[in-house]
């Protein structure tokens, strides 16, 4: 479950996604780095963080695991920090290659590989990193993949024992280009350093919050600190984008339409700009190397959670307009001097949330942690006003009448503001008819805010308010 997230409906989806794929076999774990191959094949974490930094989390989402191959881009971000992607692509290509990942794939006449999500270009961008030796090019990454992570990474010094003992063909790929003249360090160097940033350590949620600051621009929503200039974020999603999922990049783009990179321990990172970020992890690979489970719960969350980057998005604006409680502030009408008093005392019992425009996942996220702020400890009431909502998409409808049922069920008395029926949508599942809970309905925020602080009043004084 998430952190300090009281309707956690979010956790509660991908619970569900995770409870359907769970059984779902096939894949094979990756046997070629054979510290690997001693994954527990059913682990299976996944875990989404919002642009505001809400965390949410289903499965073994806190097993650690490698980074391998998802260290990519991260990396990739930090060498076109330093030298600008002008420079980077003299080395890297940004093409994508449709090969496998540890293809030979180098430009015919120069080497230079084809972009830096195959191993080749990989290795190039690792030894491009700026640093007078091996340790600091090292200690530069890491401080990197951290920075991304929110919190100080480390490596799972068996697996890089593992993979620096059955590298031959990564090693061979750097001499490969060294020969070409298209790598800039020694070549054994080069391999070292990125086995070791293959070899740092996540977890599920650690590679959300990875994903979430690619998203994010750059800046890390947990932490709040800028880890790349915007502009490199946007450049390392666009090769993501075309090159992160090597020879299904194009069925992926397609079909989740989000860029993402696996990697073969089982971990996939997915960014939606300016909306989430999302990862899995799953040991069993397809045949491109990618998680099966993983591959699935993209397929599921993004037409789901509406993510798909050419899905046209909710018109911006905010999307929470007021979130309060009444003892802030009196909205229903005229008091006496002693009401006054009583709701200024009591009014935290009343909450008030309202949204306006379209109410998609992104927008129901938000609406139902704004929620999780107000709603009173002790049983209250509780007013949503719909009025400037203009579309409810079907699940952010469903996941809010979720909530609200929640919120019914903690025995809260509930109020709608201005959600109208819609004959076109009769199965609407924020259609009151479909809430097994008891709510009232008002056209009105006014007379919502009237209806509860005169139950309020009545309840304080034990006579009727009038
Ligand atoms: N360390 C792995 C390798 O170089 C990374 C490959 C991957 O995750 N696709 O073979």
Known sequence: MADEEPFDVVSEGLAEVHRQLLPLDGGEVAAYIPKLAQADPDDFGLALVSMDGH????????????LQSVSKPFVYALALSELGLDEISRWVGIEPSGDAFNAISLEHGTGRPAN??????????????????????????????????????DVDEEVYRSEAAS?????????????AGSLRTDPADAAEVYFRQCSVRVDTVDLAVMA???????????????????????????VMATCGMYDAAGDWLVRVGLPAKSGVSGGLAAASPARFGIACYSPPLDRTGSPVRAVAALRELSPRFGLHLMYRPAPGGATVTACSTVDKDSFGGHRTDEQRA???REGHRIALVAAQGELDFLAAERLVHALGTVVPA????????????????RWAGGMVAAVL?????????????????DPARPDDPLTVEALSADVARHSGRTSALAWAEDALLAELTGSPAG
């Open 55 to 66: 965390r949410y989390q289903a499965g073994s989402s806190d097993v650690r695991f490698s």
């Open 116 to 153: 830096p999500m195959i191993n080749a270009g990989a290795i190039a961008t690792t030894s491009l990193v700026p640093a007078d030796t091996t340790v600091e090019r090292f200690e530069r990454i890491l401080h990197t993949l951290s920075a991304f992570a929110g919190r100080q990474l």
């Open 167 to 179: 590298g031959d063909r990564n090693r061979a790929l750097a001499y490969l280009m060294h020969a």
């Open 212 to 238: 979430a600051t690619l998203a994010a621009g750059g800046v890390n929503p947990v932490t709040g600190r800028r880890v790349v200039p915007e502009q490199v974020a946007i450049q390392v999603m666009s």
């Open 342 to 344: 009583l709701l200024h």
């Open 378 to 393: 002790v049983p209250g009431w509780v007013i949503v006003d719909f009025a400037e909502v203009t579309v409810v998409r």
């Open 405 to 421: 049922r929640k919120i019914a069920a903690l025995g809260h008395r509930i109020a709608l503001v201005g959600l109208p029926d």
